[in-house]
Structure formats: structure tokens, C-alpha cells
């Protein structure tokens, strides 16, 4: 009987073991995407106003496009942590993006795409929400 006792007693050590070894992983993965986090806020800038050249693109512009057959496209740059959460939304890190930073309405801007590039017209520059 105090065999099976201390094999249980084992048992319940090793479950618990696993289990802090477990939380001790976890509470380091957490740790390094709060000082991963810390680090990226340094470098961040609130954009809490559009720029005074509202004529041409920059962060948090509403840009509509138009390709060579006439088809219209609207984009927003966001930063690379916003990009997914919007449809149209494009981070500023894109290609496209980059392209079109600083550019004036009826520039033409081209871009490299898998399929070949692309030349897209500015058809309408924008800075409001939606």
C-alpha cells in the first residue's frame, strides 16, 4: 500500500512538474513580446491630424487608383500592425505604399507585381475616415 501511495505520489509530481514547466515557457514567450512591443512603441509617432499638403500621399491617406483598363482602386496606408485588420488598408511598408508616398493626384506610379508591373494612375487623395 505505501508503494502505491508513493507511486502516486510520484505520478503527481511529474504532472505537476510538466505543468510549471509549461507556465514558466509561456511566462518567458510573454515577457518577450512585451519588451518586443516596448521596443516597437519608441519608435512609433501618433499621426493624429492629415499633413498640410493634403494634395499628395502620405501616411493614413485614402488613395483611389485607376489601372490601364479604367478599373478603380481604393487603398488606405496604415502601419504594418493595421494592415490586416481593414479591407483596403495597405501598410506603409508595402511596395505600393512606398510608391506612392509623396506622390500628387494624376501621377502615374509603377509596380512590380508577380504577374508583371503595373502602371496606376492617382485618381483621388483623400484624408477622413472611411
Known sequence: ???????????????????YTYGKKR?????????FLR?????????????????????GAWITLEDQDGKQFRHRIVGPDEFDQVPGYISMDAPLARAL???SLDDEVTVS???????LGIVDIRYEDG
Do not use: C, H, Y
Request: net charge positive; glycine share 6%; no cysteine.
Open 1 to 19: 500500500m505505501t508503494q502505491a501511495v508513493s507511486e502516486a505520489a510520484a505520478q503527481g509530481d511529474r504532472s505537476e512538474n510538466a505543468e
Open 27 to 35: 511566462l518567458r514567450e510573454i515577457d518577450r513580446r512585451v519588451r
Open 39 to 59: 521596443k516597437r512603441l519608441d519608435g512609433m509617432t501618433v499621426v493624429d491630424k492629415p499633413p498640410s499638403d493634403r494634395k499628395r500621399v502620405f501616411f
Open 113 to 119: 507585381l508577380p504577374d508583371g508591373q503595373r502602371v
Open 101 to 103: 508616398m509623396g506622390k
